[in-house]
């Protein structure tokens, strides 16, 4: 296998806001690779940079040979990148604007195969601003896949389909990959990482806390507890923060919420002992794979 996109200490700032801070990952040939994170992680910062859509303010990019800042519209022949809804006009029919968007690249793909091959064949004469949410999405892959790329950027694919539809479109990118085209794939939601990817980055805050294949991740997170308690006297969380088997602390009202391994409860336990806090309607449960993975997020914040 050999890398297809590189990206190493990429810094991207809008004014004062660092949208992304210091990202580094490799997408091998042939795998679809995740990222992952919350709203305003800074995931669709990270590949408008990859897809020379936004000038990077630090860093180092390579995408198949090529650096997209100075090689913008060779990365345009090369990567397929989906339209944003919107970016097509109402009217225009499905099969005008493949042909249309076809006719951008030097080596396209047959559009009236693919038309057909993303289960749009009856779809040629419709109107784009007519399109159901999943036409609307197997139409975007469509435009992504239509210059015949090696590798695909598909952003927030499924945001706003019912489950069915998402379901079709992950056996559609799932048919995609199979057909060899190496797919980035930026999303938020955990149960369409675990699906899809080969590897997921996790980001969080403009940085990757941990990047590693979904049963890695997983595994990693399986021992992770979530210990609730009502402090009988003021503590200050910091302490918590500092012991070795917790991940992360946060607060709900009056409760603490603490993250951490399967020694977490014994740590946090002795802790309140030596200082003489008592913990009240104490709670323990196993945390979800969504909150593991923002611990795991929270854990990378506190050691950065
Ligand atoms: N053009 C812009 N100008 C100013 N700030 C921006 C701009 N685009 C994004 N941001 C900010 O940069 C941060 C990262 O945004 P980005 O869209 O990359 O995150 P994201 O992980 O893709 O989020 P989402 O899942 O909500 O799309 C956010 O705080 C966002 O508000």
């Known amino acids: 296998m050999s890398a297809v996109i ?3 200490n990429l810094h991207k700032k809008y004014g004062h806001l660092v949208a992304v801070d210091d990202v580094s990952f490799t997408v091998e040939e042939g795998e679809i690779f995740g990222i992952l994170g919350p709203n305003g992680a800074g995931k669709t910062t990270t590949v408008e940079c990859v897809e020379g859509l936004r000038n990077r303010d630090g860093g180092e990019i390579n995408v198949l040979g090529l650096d997209p800042r100075q090689e913008r519209a060779e990365v345009t022949q090369q990567l397929g990148v989906q339209l944003q ?3 097509l006009p109402d009217r225009m029919q499905v099969a005008e604007a493949l042909s249309l968007y076809s006719s951008f690249y030097r080596n ?4 009236r195969h693919l038309m057909d091959a993303l289960g749009l064949g009856s779809n040629g004469g419709s109107a784009c601003g007519k399109l159901s949410g999943s036409q609307k999405q197997r139409l975007s892959v469509a ?7 090696q590798v ?13 539809s998402r379901r079709d479109t992950w056996e559609l990118i799932e048919t995609v990959r199979d057909s060899g085209v190496t797919i980035l794939l930026v999303t938020h939601c955990m149960e369409e990482a675990e699906r899809l990817c080969d590897r997921i980055a996790l980001i969080d805050k403009g940085r990757i806390a941990v990047t590693d294949t979904p049963a890695g991740l997983t595994e990693r997170v399986r021992t992770e507890q979530r210990i609730q308690f009502r402090p009988s006297a003021p503590l ?3 302490l918590l923060a500092q012991l070795p088997d917790v991940s992360a602390v946060t607060r709900q009202g009056d409760y603490v919420v603490v993250a951490g391994n399967h020694n977490a409860l014994s740590a946090v336990t002795c802790l309140l002992a030596r200082h003489q806090i008592m913990a009240e309607h104490l709670r323990v449960d196993q945390a979800t794979l969504e909150d593991a993975l923002l611990a795991l997020a929270g854990k990378r914040s506190a050691t950065a």
Not at 108 to 111: K, Q
Not at 152 to 164: H, K, M, S, Y
């Open 85 to 87: 809804d919107g970016q």
């Open 152 to 164: 695909a950027v598909l952003d927030e694919l499924t945001t706003g389909l019912d489950p069915r």
């Open 236 to 238: 200050d969380d910091a």
């Open 108 to 111: 396209p793909a047959d559009w």
């Open 143 to 149: 435009l992504a896949l239509v210059g015949n790329p």
């Open 6 to 8: 590189e990206v190493q």
